[in-house]
């Protein structure tokens, strides 16, 4: 099946590809951190936003570890 991986299967980035994914996450985290600061009178909104921002920049992490190891 096209697009369906197992949990044998392994998934080939170049650096390119890696530094473009981490840029992302990175901004996504940035943007959500963003909108967050400007519902401050929103906690329940505001910390779920949070919680997006942190795992993105988490993913942002794990990634960059990937491409040192190459």
Do not use: V
């Amino acid at each position: 099946m096209k697009g369906a991986y197992t949990m044998n299967d392994k998934i080939i980035f170049t650096q390119e590809e890696m530094q473009l994914l981490y840029n992302a996450c990175m901004s996504y985290g940035y943007k959500l951190n963003e909108i967050a600061l400007n519902l401050s009178n929103e906690p329940d909104i505001t910390d779920l936003l949070e919680d997006k921002a942190k795992d993105s920049w988490e993913l942002a992490s794990k990634i960059t570890e990937y491409m040192e190891e190459e």
